[in-house]
């Protein structure tokens, strides 16, 4: 997520300031938002599973191993599912493709 808001700022799309305060808020989320998935054998296999059969870098496929083993966990738990968020048209197109939601954020204002 930081490294899409640095290109973001980059790109001349969005002023420093701006940058800084998205990383800032991505940063305090992490604190009291997020729920961190380990890496794990299982999160790997996944991974290379999805290179074989989408588009995707290393740490994109990684990333939605991640997010595929996360949703599992809440859905066996009762819980709501997540929706993956990403900008690479790639990365959506295979995580629509496994079962999860998927939104672009840069189809938002």
Known sequence: ???AVAARHR???ISR????????LLARHY???YDLVATNPLVLDQAIRLTQQHRLRAYDALQLAT???ANAALVAAGQAGLT?????VD???AARSEGLP???PNHYP
Do not use: I, N, W, Y
């Open 1 to 3: 997520m930081a490294a």
């Open 11 to 13: 790109a001349g799309d």
């Open 17 to 24: 300031r701006e940058r800084d305060t998205v990383v800032d």
């Open 31 to 33: 604190d009291t938002e």
């Open 67 to 69: 997010a595929l083993t």
């Open 84 to 88: 993956f968020v990403a900008a690479d």
């Open 91 to 93: 990365l959506l197109v």
């Open 102 to 104: 998927a939104e672009d």
